[in-house]
């Protein structure tokens, strides 16, 4: 795929068109991380609307740093939609390939393996870096702009979301991991501590943003 038809830079209605075509590639995984991006990108316009106004001075640094933050993971999570798609492919690519020898069979039983992880492992990397974002979300709804904190508040649940897809993107290949493979027992308590942390998270948000829209 070249960078013209990458997902980064197709345009939204033909990254919807691809997601909504027979074509499994890119799938739920790869529009996880790019509702990720998406909270980034929210984090940081938000940040953008708040810097540099007398108001929320005391809040500069941080705004600052929040903003860098929030561009960086943005850029992560359209790398990691990128990289579910082609750990998808790699996947099929080692299902098709031959098996009717000793030889082809063990050949293909190592690729399957090696794609199997990396079919679980990106979408582990998303969801961790999707509760970076949501953490950024959080932060920003209390000393962002007041007229932007429903984008805040957006930008928490996008990043929600992102987490949750994540998380079910690697748990419905952790059973296709070979039995010796480390992440096939470690994964499910990273995955139960994120969604734990993430929901809290949100809430908090949530509450944050409900509280600063109501009248002053």
Same mark, same amino acid.
């Given at each position: 795929?070249?960078?013209?038809?990458?997902?980064?830079?197709?345009? =939204?209605?033909?990254? =919807?068109?691809?997601?909504?075509?027979?074509?499994?590639?890119?799938?739920?995984?790869? *529009?996880?991380?790019?509702?990720?991006?998406?909270? @980034?990108? =929210?984090?940081?316009?938000? *940040?953008?609307?708040?810097?540099?106004?007398?108001?929320? %001075?005391?809040?500069?640094? %941080?705004?600052?740093? !929040? $903003?860098?933050?929030?561009?960086? &993971?943005? !850029?992560?999570?359209?790398?990691?939609?990128? #990289?579910?798609?082609?750990?998808?492919?790699?996947?099929?690519? *080692?299902?098709?390939?031959?098996?009717?020898? #000793?030889?082809? &069979?063990?050949?293909?039983? @190592?690729?399957? &393996?090696?794609?199997?992880?990396?079919?679980?492992?990106?979408?582990? &990397?998303?969801?961790?870096?999707?509760?970076?974002?949501? *953490?950024?979300?959080?932060?920003?709804?209390?000393?962002?702009?007041?007229?932007?904190?429903?984008?805040?508040?957006?930008? /928490?649940?996008? /990043?929600? /979301?992102? !987490?949750?897809?994540?998380? !079910?993107?690697? $748990?419905?290949?952790?059973?296709?991991?070979?039995?010796?493979?480390?992440?096939?027992?470690?994964?499910?308590?990273?995955?139960?501590?994120? #969604? $734990?942390?993430?929901? %809290? $998270?949100?809430?908090?948000?949530?509450?944050?943003?409900?509280?600063?829209?109501?009248?002053?």
């Amino acid at each position: 795929m070249g960078d013209s038809d990458s997902l980064g830079h197709l345009l =939204l209605g033909s990254l =919807l068109d691809r997601l909504a075509s027979s074509d499994p590639v890119p799938g739920g995984g790869s *529009a996880a991380a790019i509702a990720g991006a998406m909270g @980034a990108a =929210l984090v940081a316009m938000v *940040a953008e609307l708040t810097i540099g106004r007398p108001d929320y %001075a005391e809040h500069e640094a %941080a705004l600052i740093e !929040l $903003r860098a933050a929030a561009h960086d &993971r943005r !850029l992560s999570l359209l790398s990691l939609a990128e #990289e579910d798609a082609a750990a998808y492919e790699a996947v099929v690519r *080692a299902r098709r390939m031959p098996r009717e020898s #000793e030889a082809e &069979r063990a050949t293909r039983a @190592a690729a399957v &393996r090696v794609a199997m992880i990396g079919a679980a492992e990106v979408p582990l &990397r998303t969801a961790r870096v999707a509760a970076e974002v949501l *953490a950024l979300a959080d932060r920003i709804a209390s000393i962002g702009n007041r007229v932007a904190v429903s984008d805040a508040g957006v930008a /928490a649940q996008l /990043a929600r /979301a992102a !987490l949750r897809g994540a998380v !079910l993107n690697v $748990r419905i290949n952790l059973p296709y991991l070979p039995a010796d493979e480390p992440m096939r027992t470690a994964a499910p308590a990273e995955l139960d501590r994120l #969604e $734990r942390e993430s929901e %809290a $998270r949100e809430q908090s948000a949530l509450d944050v943003v409900d509280a600063r829209m109501q009248p002053q």
